[in-house]
Each structure stands twice: as structure tokens, then as C-alpha cells.
């Protein structure tokens, strides 16, 4: 996202998106956390509601009434909200951090494709450099076998 040889990009925003990164790890490493004594509902509750009661001051003496579109729109962001939020916090349940993280990453290319189509944003060479690294290293993870003390149990269980 920031170019490395365009000192105009190293701005506070470019500084928000590294704190950013920052606050998902720790969401992560939280759920993972929470998910030995917790429900994924549970924690998923919990988080939505958090974001609710953060999200209310900020918008106070902003907020506007949706139009009946809108509200059809923010259902449906809503609903497709949930049922991400649920896989996701599944995912960080059952398998490990680092592998949930990097996969994630592909959004990031998404999103950067998304802009092109969408709104005409550019790409650079960095751009499809980043995601093809993206990519490839999801692709790798994904083939990357497992350790053979967890394919043995796994066997047996199978075998009885």
C-alpha cells in the first residue's frame, strides 16, 4: 500500500494503516486466546458490540437516517459482516495464527483489484509485484504439509 520510493507516501495515514495492522494482530492473537474458554458466538457478540459502543460518539453529531436503500444495503453489509466475522473467528479457532494471517493477506490484493475495476485507481509495478508475493506465498502455505505427530492421531482415529 505504500510505495517505498515515494517519500510523499509516507504520511500519518500510511502511520494509521501500520497501527492498524498492529490492532488486527492483537484481535487475533485475543480470539485465539479467547476461543479456549469462550464460543465463537460468544466472542463474536462481544466484538460487534464493542465496535457498536466505540463507533456511537463517533458519529453523534454526524449520523444521518438512512434512506430505505440504505438500509437494504447496510442489512446486506451486515449479514455478509457476520458470516465473515463467524469464519474468521472459526478460523483462528482451529488453526494457527500464522497461516489465518498470511491467507488474509489475498484481501488485501482483492481490494487493490476492486479499486482498478471499480473506480479506475492505477496499479504499479509494485502493485502486481505485491500481489503476485501475496499470492504465491497463500499458495505455498496452503501446500505446506503437516507435521507428521499431527497426521498420525488424526489416522488412527480414522482406522478405529
Known sequence: MINP???????VYALVGVFSAFLAACAATSIRYLST???KYEIVFYFLASGAL???????????WPTPLGWFY?????????IGQLVLTSAFTHENIMVVEVVRYIGIF???MWGFVFWGETLGVFSFVGGALI???????????MPEAKIKPSLQRLNR
Open 110 to 112: 482483492f481490494n487493490v
Open 5 to 11: 520510493f515515494s517519500y510523499d507516501s509516507y504520511t
Open 74 to 82: 447496510l442489512l446486506c453489509i451486515g449479514v455478509v459482516s457476520l
Open 37 to 39: 474458554r469462550h464460543h
Open 54 to 64: 466505540v463507533s456511537l460518539p463517533l458519529m453523534w453529531n454526524e449520523f444521518v
Open 135 to 145: 499470492i504465491g506465498a497463500s499458495i505455498a502455505l496452503s501446500k505446506q504439509k
